[in-house]
């Protein structure tokens, strides 16, 4: 019978850094309570770069795909984001326009 690999990750938390076997590792999600599985090279790449290493923070933060806005809702958010961003870069033209027809200028010439 084979033998099933073990695969342990250090990770910082609340106790001090501990290694953890992540290949059968489940999380439950703080929001809706399902369970869930990782690949493990996944999750631990997942751990280090969204939640700085610390799996204290994972356990208690973590919040699943199905528990945050949808698709929809999320594309809504963005190009909301773009809108406003680009209201902000066309006023900030409108006010260089202005300064260049009244001959004043606000920042010095670089």
């Known amino acids: 019978m084979s033998k099933k690999s073990t695969h342990f990750y250090s990770f910082n938390s609340s106790a001090g850094e501990v290694s953890i076997d ?9 929001k809706t ?24 923070t994972f356990e208690d933060t973590y919040v699943s795909r199905e ?28 006010g260089e326009l202005a300064e260049v027809k009244t001959g004043t200028v606000t920042f010095p010439a670089a």
Do not use: E, W
Not at 22 to 30: A, D, E, G, I, R
Not at 33 to 56: D, E, Q, V
Not at 75 to 94: E, T
């Open 67 to 94: 528990a945050g806005p949808d698709k929809n809702t999320r594309k809504a958010q963005a190009l909301q984001s773009r809108i406003d961003r680009l209201f902000k870069q066309i006023s900030n033209l409108k």
């Open 33 to 56: 309570g399902h369970i869930k599985k990782f690949y493990h090279k996944y999750l631990a790449n997942m751990i280090r770069t969204r939640f700085n290493n610390c799996i204290s």
């Open 22 to 30: 992540l290949n059968n590792y489940t999380v439950k999600c703080s």
